[in-house]
Structure formats: structure tokens, C-alpha cells
């Protein structure tokens, strides 16, 4: 158990004994198979009864959104309406959803008409957490250090594709991130060591309709932070070092193989402990300047440069850069937001029943 923890008291547990689970997961985004995957570890996790929260047992109901935008419940395919008229109106919807519209504020939007209660941030975070310039925008200006970089929405693009291409090309560094702007997983980030692969990368996403981030290339160790709770009263987790095996980023291969995937560490085995309760202080100063609450991950990297030995060295006041938040963070076998909530005293099924009780 950990002090910041609410589900255990006396209330918080009568509540949640009685209070129906809804497990949202599907969608049709690029994510939907990651997001099936944690909506089943969820509902696993909530129904095993052999741990030491056992005594919590709400009804637990799986509803899965097809890549046709039906909510399937039950073996029916039903409208979001109708799906949400047939389940109690007392319900906690568990938003297992990533990327599309399960994170970028329209089912939020749609359960918040419905005068339905769901897990993590409300509409307007999820759509500003969603979009990787406008929340590094507002991160910057809550003074978040962000890399150098260079935007331009789909139709700006389209219109003026050399000037976009100018501008991105002038983006500073010889090795820069081509992402787009609303897709989560890496799914759609191009790591560039030339203008013409800069080029390839941005008509490739325009083409998929998306917006297109340029961003220089830091060189450092990459990190990530979980949150808990409402804006910098939150309460931040042990940080997690990523250390790609095969890859020069955290690409969607090395976040979710099963095998030869990159290695995460939390407590961190590299990063000096000053900078990581840095980075708390800055993933608390975003989530507060994003209006967060529920529960969120905030990604950064931290500059390093590598000795002769191979050995990662740190300058004392090394500032960490926010790469993105994600206000639906994975929940599959190997996320990090379980794999921080762990090294901190609660498993699994307890940051699932947390999650819920922040909810209520």
C-alpha cells in the first residue's frame, strides 16, 4: 500500500463495492490492438480475486467500440446511446481506449452528456493532451523546456507545402523527429537524418490527413513519469528510464514486444537522482498547466552525452525536454504506468481500483 492511495478507506471501499465497472477498450484508431489488450488485462485483473484487495469486488462489464464506431455489448452492436442506456446509470466507465476518439476527448465528451462517469481527464485535456503542439505550447509557457521545432497543420501544408518544407527543413540539428501530431504509440514518428527523408516523412503523414511536428533530435536517455491526481498536487511516480535494444527511439516495436523489446527501468539504474525528482517537479508543472486530473504520463528526455567508456554522462543542471502526455496511458502487461505504480507498493489491480476510485 502507498499513502497516496484512496481506494482503500472504509467510504471509497463501500463505494466501490457497489459500484459497476464499465471496461471500454477497441476503437478505431491506429492503437485499437494495444487498446484491446489493456482493456483485457483490466477486466483479468479486476475479476481475479486472489490478491490483497480481494475484498473489493465490484460487477465488472467488458464493452468493446469496433473499428465501425459500434459499442459491442453483450455480443450486441449497438449505438453508443443505446449501448449506454442498457448499462446502470451508476456505472464508472474505465477508458481503456488509445488514441482516435477514446483519447482525444470525444467519448469523454459524449459520457460527459450523458451524465455518465468515466475514468481520467475530461474533454479538454484529452483534446489538448492529444495534439503534440498544442500541449507543448502550453507546457512551454508554463516552463516545461520543449525541443526546437517547427508545425503545420494538414491543410497548411497542403497549401503551402515549400514553405512548410522550408521551415521544417530549418528546424535546428542534423537528426530531427517527424511526428504526427495526433498519433500515439509512435505509430507515425519518423526519426530524419536528411531533408529528404524530412520530406518523405511529412508528405507521408499529410497524406494520412494528419498535422506534422518537427522536432530537433536531443540526444539523452529517455524517461517517463506517471501522475496521480489533480494538476501539481498530484502525486508523481518513481520515474522509468527506457533503453532501446535494437532501435535509436522508443518506436511502438520496442514498446510493446514481447521479446528484444527495450529495457525499463524504475527505480531508474542510470539516471542521478536529483534529476529524477526534476523531472516530478516539471511532469507535476505540466499536468497542472494542462488542467489534468484522474491520472496521466508525462515523457521526457533528459541530455546526456556518452564517454569513451560508453558510459552515460549527466550535467548537474540538466534541463528534461517533454516529448508528449498521454492522459490514457497503456495498461497492458508491459506499460509503464502499472510498471512505475509497482515500484512504488501497488500492483496491478489496486492501480486499477485507484484509477476507479478517482473517478467516483
Request: glycine letters at 10%; a negative charge.
Amino acid at each position: 500500500m502507498s499513502d497516496w492511495e484512496t481506494w482503500n478507506s472504509p467510504a471509497i471501499k463501500a463505494e466501490l463495492q457497489t459500484t459497476p465497472i464499465v471496461v471500454v477498450m477497441g476503437g478505431d484508431s491506429f492503437e485499437r490492438e494495444v487498446s484491446m489488450t489493456s482493456g483485457r488485462s483490466i477486466v483479468a485483473a479486476l475479476r481475479d480475486l486472489s490478491g490483497p484487495s480481494a475484498d473489493v469486488t465490484p460487477p465488472v462489464t467488458e464493452l468493446e467500440i469496433s473499428a465501425s464506431g459500434q459499442w459491442c455489448l453483450d455480443g450486441l452492436a449497438l449505438s453508443p446511446q443505446r449501448a449506454v442506456e442498457a448499462l446502470p446509470a451508476n456505472a464508472v466507465y474505465i477508458l481503456a481506449l488509445h488514441g482516435g476518439a477514446g483519447e482525444d476527448g470525444r467519448v469523454q465528451a459524449f459520457l460527459q452528456l450523458a451524465g455518465r462517469r468515466h475514468t481520467g481527464p475530461g474533454t479538454a485535456t484529452s483534446s489538448l493532451c492529444m495534439h503534440k503542439h498544442h500541449s507543448r505550447l502550453v507546457a512551454s509557457d508554463a516552463g516545461v523546456a520543449v525541443a526546437p521545432g517547427a508545425f503545420a497543420t494538414n491543410g497548411a501544408f497542403k497549401l503551402r507545402r515549400e514553405d512548410s518544407l522550408a521551415r521544417f527543413h530549418a528546424v535546428p540539428g542534423k537528426v530531427k523527429f517527424v511526428k504526427h501530431a495526433t498519433a500515439g504509440s509512435s505509430f507515425g514518428v519518423f526519426r530524419c537524418t536528411s531533408d529528404e527523408e524530412v520530406t518523405k516523412a511529412a508528405d507521408t503523414i499529410a497524406e494520412d490527413g494528419g498535422d506534422i511536428l518537427v522536432e530537433t533530435e536531443i540526444s539523452g536517455l529517455e524517461t517517463t513519469c506517471g501522475v496521480i491526481g489533480t494538476g501539481n498536487s498530484a502525486h508523481a511516480l518513481p520515474v522509468v528510464e527506457i533503453l532501446p535494444a535494437t532501435s535509436t527511439f522508443f518506436d511502438h516495436q520496442q514498446k510493446y514486444a514481447a521479446q528484444g523489446g527495450a529495457v525499463e527501468n524504475c527505480p531508474p539504474v542510470y539516471l542521478p537522482s536529483n534529476l529524477a525528482e526534476r523531472i516530478k517537479i516539471r511532469a507535476r508543472r505540466a499536468w497542472e498547466s494542462f488542467n489534468g486530473h484522474g491520472y496521466g504520463r508525462i515523457d521526457f528526455i533528459v541530455p546526456c552525452k556518452t564517454s569513451r567508456e560508453g558510459e552515460r554522462v549527466f550535467e548537474d543542471d540538466a534541463e528534461p525536454i517533454m516529448l508528449e502526455a498521454n492522459t490514457l496511458p497503456g495498461f497492458t502487461p508491459r506499460s509503464l504506468l502499472p510498471l512505475a505504480a509497482k515500484a512504488d507498493g501497488v500492483n496491478y489491480r489496486e492501480l486499477c481500483l485507484e484509477i476507479v476510485a478517482r473517478a467516483l
